[in-house]
């Protein structure tokens, strides 16, 4: 049973253009998201973050926006670079002090210059 | 800097050997988790531990086990290593708390024959 779900496994951007990943999710308890970015023969690393109480989150290019009513996540990349070529993984956490995050199934993002 | 780093890059291994994959962090964090990554499922967390000598099952611990003697240092062993156990597997770290993101190391990529 997937909680956490990101139904693109792929997408293709343009250098320059915008990159919308997408992430649901069915538990409602959830309550601070995360998204990391994986790059070949790494380990992810942390990229942005929001608490349920907001319903977004800025950090330089990259943007989260929180649909809680929707129980839906989205990470924007403005603009889109090559070296954002990556997997990109949501997460969720639920708030039981201690974190035990789950992961969705990952997006690879590929922008072309 | 922030640190994780694994025993092994690579491992290959036979049926029924017993495998052990080590882990270990130098920012003192009390947190530590293992992970399998698998095409099509994302990551999922087979083990934790927020304490030396404590640990507690993930969602998938059947086959596994860990060791946890150290802070710094946090072992998943594989009793009878099995086929289906081929994966990415990758360790991370956190403070404690809840809000904290997860520092991971490179991940060790095994394969069983």
């Known amino acids: 049973d997937q909680q956490v779900k990101q139904n693109s496994p792929s997408l293709s951007v343009q250098e320059g253009r915008i990159s919308i990943l997408n992430c649901d999710y069915t538990n409602s308890m959830f309550d601070y998201f995360l998204w990391y970015k994986k790059y070949p023969a790494e380990g992810p690393t942390f990229l942005i973050s929001?608490?349920?109480?907001?319903d977004k989150n800025e950090d330089g290019r990259f943007t989260v926006f929180l649909n809680k009513s929707a129980k839906h996540l989205s990470l924007h990349i403005v603009p889109s670079q090559p070296g954002d070529s990556a997997v990109y993984f949501c997460?969720?956490?639920?708030?039981?002090?201690?974190?035990?995050?789950?992961f969705g199934t990952g997006t690879r993002l590929l922008v072309s210059p | 800097d922030v640190k994780v780093t694994q025993s092994s890059r690579y491992l290959v291994k036979r049926t029924g050997e017993k495998v052990f994959l080590e882990c270990v962090q130098d920012m003192d964090h009390e947190n530590m988790f293992w992970y399998r990554q698998d095409p099509g499922l994302g990551l999922r967390l087979i083990y934790f531990?927020?304490?030396?000598?404590?640990?507690e099952k993930g969602d998938i611990p059947e086959g596994y086990s860990v060791s946890r003697e150290k802070k710094e240092r946090f072992s998943l062993i594989l009793e009878s290593a099995s086929t289906n156990q081929t994966s990415m597997y990758l360790c991370?770290?956190?403070?404690?708390?809840?809000?904290?993101?997860?520092?991971f190391g490179p991940g060790t990529r095994l394969t069983v024959l």
């Open positions: 991370a770290s956190s403070p404690p708390g809840g809000r904290d993101e997860q520092f």
């Open positions: 531990s927020y304490d030396v000598k404590m640990k």
């Open positions: 929001i608490s349920s109480i907001k």
């Open positions: 997460a969720a956490a639920l708030n039981t002090g201690f974190q035990k995050l789950v």
